[in-house]
């Protein structure tokens, strides 16, 4: 058995030159460990003309096919054929605990395998019926009980902790922890990810994948290859929720949220928070998205310092990907300091070539800079932003002609304030401006109450006097916002959107306006939007979210039923808004009324396979309460 970082446990290839195994004498590779191919790797860089026949006596498990987790395949022309496996593939749930043993069974708790790894190694990937290894709560480490990390993500397999705080990984500032290529139809939930270091390899890492789910995760102080969390590249259907990343101090590079020609990519309830460099040029340092279709909810991005660093950062400039976007709201980005941006010309840059970038009730403010704050190239339609850094030379600066393609973009800016009295532009003339509050102060909370901290996300709601209060988009139909603040609370009240991440003097929704549909037994309800939801190959994806009046004792259960009443799909919310603030340190009571949870639904069933056109139920229970509302889906 051989353990390498990245790819081929047992053998790796990774030029151009053509392979042969004897079919004759064949050889024997199996239970080996690494992220890309645990027996076999073939990474070229173009494909070879003639075909590599991979014949083994032996391999790790049977096959006919390329798997992308045994044998890994990248540009290369190959066929397989493995008459005999070394490992049996367990179609069956497997169970994990850190005193446990590898030569238990695994099948139920009281007889639990000790490594994880192990464990995915044996779980069968079965698409029909995609099976779960549980991980108990406790340490897991290499010291303490022998962890192989980092690990591989083998398709059709869920892998659930016990929860952000009780199921941590430990990579003792020498190992990361999970890589998946060619990958399809995975979670990964409810566990901290904790001391990860590698310059070679990533945190955790998706790349060529598909149908994948991030849910309740930490990263704190981890390092793996220009990140600190997680990262993405040529996958599609992606959906990151309750996350918190960060808390990292390296020289440079700790991106806690990172994407590379993603499609589809829905993230919410996102916290990268903490990070710290000292590299004079060029880091990269909150959130960045290349040439990716991007749904931003419900996320902050604060307390981050740096010489020269972007700590927010998309951009699409390629023609291949020009139906992608960025769809921002409930965005916080707060007490950010960059106090030598050489090289980057502001910490949060903005570009699409293609499309006008949609921003919306987002709150950037308290950052640090000596030039502008925010530079946005191209198109861009911006509505009830509060743009308000004192610490700053200047607020956002739209680059709205581009030499690289002569070409000049519309940019629409609305209801939303500045500290400064301009916007300056390139082409002022394709600049609209209507209803903004210029050189005005918001007056956040935090302004008259001495209690807050401009590190608290709570700092942030309005206080009384703001001029912020009922002054954003009159006619929010059809704008696709979010029904809720970043609270969880009603996002118009008053009869008016105010600006901002947060709503003044809103409460949660108590009232129930489907009158087919039974009216909550306590005060909340259920929103989901878009809907109708568009269920195709390249978008789709519904929000979900409740506000609880108080935070439940039993974790909030998510049903989804078909009109003919039968369950097609089940979602257990662990992590609320509010524990995640908490939990990254943010704020020790968050001044608002009930208990927030979102979360984002696919359009899929449980064995994720995509539902047919018609509506369905979301029912929500939680204690006693129990509250529905209706999805209508559209292929």
């Known amino acids: 058995m051989t353990i390498k970082l990245m790819g081929g446990g047992g053998l790796l290839f990774n030029t151009g030159s053509q392979i042969t195994f004897d ?180 945190v955790l890492s998706f790349n060529y994948c598909t149908d994948i789910l991030l849910r309740d995760i930490e990263c704190f102080n981890s390092y793996g290859s220009s990140s600190s969390g997680f990262k993405f590249g040529y996958s599609s259907n992606i959906h990151v929720e309750h996350a918190i990343l960060g808390n990292t101090v390296y020289p440079n590079d700790i991106s806690g949220l990172w994407t590379f020609e993603c499609n589809n990519f829905y993230a919410t309830n996102v916290i990268v928070t903490g990070n710290s460099t000292t590299d004079s040029e060029t880091n990269h340092m909150g959130m960045k998205f290349y040439d990716s279709d991007i749904h931003l909810r419900n996320s902050i991005v604060s307390n981050i310092t740096a010489v020269d660093a972007w700590v927010f950062f998309y951009q699409s400039i390629y023609e291949p990907f020009a139906a992608y976007n960025l769809d921002m709201s409930n965005m916080l980005i707060i007490n950010n300091s960059v106090s030598n941006p050489s090289w980057v010309t502001s910490p949060i840059y903005i570009q699409n070539r293609y499309q006008p970038v949609q921003i919306n009730n987002c709150t950037i403010a308290n950052n640090n800079s000596p030039g502008f704050v925010c530079r946005i190239l191209a198109g861009a339609d911006l509505r009830n932003v509060i743009f308000h850094n004192p610490g700053s030379g200047s607020e956002l600066g739209m680059v709205n002609y581009l030499s690289v393609n002569a070409t000049a973009y519309p940019v629409s800016i609305s209801h939303s304030l500045f500290r400064t009295a301009t916007v300056p532009s390139s082409r002022p003339e394709l600049l609209t401006m209507t209803d903004n509050i210029m050189s005005a102060d918001p007056l956040f909370l935090g302004t008259v109450d001495s209690s807050l901290g401009i590190n608290q996300p709570e700092y942030y709601q309005l206080s009384a006097l703001s001029p912020c209060i009922d002054s954003g988009t009159p006619d929010t139909e059809g704008l696709n916002l979010p029904p809720m603040d970043l609270a969880g609370n009603h996002r118009i009240a008053n009869g008016r959107i105010d600006m901002g991440v947060y709503e003044y003097a809103s409460e949660p929704w108590v009232s129930n306006d489907d009158p087919e549909l039974p009216p909550p037994t306590e005060g909340f309800r259920v929103s989901a939007y878009p809907n109708p939801l568009l269920n195709t190959s390249r978008a789709a994806g519904v929000f979900l979210e409740f506000t609880l009046p108080k935070k439940p004792e039993a974790q909030p259960v998510l049903e989804i039923f078909n009109i003919r009443g039968q369950k097609v799909k089940t979602i257990r919310l662990t992590e609320s808004y509010n524990s995640l603030v908490h939990k990254a340190g943010l704020s020790n009571d968050l001044k608002q009324s009930g208990e927030f949870y979102s979360t984002v639904w696919n359009g899929r069933d449980d064995n994720n396979r995509p539902l047919a056109s018609g509506t369905y139920i979301v029912r929500v229970k939680a204690d006693q309460m129990v509250n529905t509302t209706k999805i209508t889906v559209i292929k």
């Open 23 to 202: 079919p004759q004498y064949p050889s024997s590779i199996y239970n080996n460990h690494a992220t890309m191919g645990m027996d076999v790797c073939i990474y070229y860089q173009s494909y070879n003309p003639t075909p590599i026949e991979i014949n083994l006596a032996l391999g790790s498990t049977s096959l006919t096919d390329v798997d992308g987790y045994f044998i890994h395949v990248h540009n290369a022309n190959v066929t397989v054929n493995i008459a005999q496996g070394a490992i049996e593939q367990i179609d069956h749930d497997l169970y994990v605990a850190p005193d446990g043993d590898d030569s238990n069974s695994g099948l139920d708790s009281g007889s639990p395998l000790r490594t994880i790894a192990i464990a995915m190694q044996r779980i069968a990937s079965n698409p029909d019926n995609p099976k779960t290894i549980h991980l108990a709560p406790g340490l897991y480490s290499h010291s303490d009980n022998g962890q192989i990390l980092p690990m591989g993500v083998k398709s059709n397999v869920k892998v659930h902790g016990a929860g952000m705080g009780e199921t941590i990984i430990d990579g003792e500032l020498s190992r990361t922890f999970w890589g998946a290529w060619y990958a399809s139809n995975v979670e990964i939930s409810g566990m901290k990810l904790m001391n990860g270091r590698s310059i070679y390899t990533f």
